[in-house]
């Protein structure tokens, strides 16, 4: 498998879908939402244009697993935890939502 560098298409096409992200998130979820998961699309949004800029390799797909994995396991023990100390409900009235 060869292994290549983002090129405008992918840059472009990743971008739509960063803006319509946050759009959504935005739109459906309010403040709560804008403050972490917008932010965190900020965030994606200046890598990826690094990315592009670096003309950095992308890394082979069977490099990311391991990573991808220990992600979604800490995310579920994360929502567990949300969950457990009724974070759902606690945090949208910090934002009034």
């Known amino acids: 498998m060869t292994r290549k560098a983002l090129s405008r298409n992918?840059?472009?096409v990743a971008s739509v879908l960063v803006v319509l992200m946050a759009v959504a998130f935005t739109v459906a979820g309010g403040k709560p939402l804008v403050v972490t998961f917008v932010v965190?699309?900020?965030g994606v949004a200046v890598l990826l244009v690094a990315m592009y800029r670096g003309r950095n390799e992308l890394p082979l797909p069977l490099s990311y697993y391991p990573i991808f994995f220990g992600t979604l396991a800490w995310q579920f023990i994360h929502f567990a935890e949300e969950f457990r100390t009724g974070f759902r409900e606690r945090f949208?009235?910090?934002y009034g939502s």
């Open 10 to 12: 992918d840059l472009a």
């Open 40 to 42: 965190g699309l900020v």
């Open 92 to 94: 949208p009235p910090l």
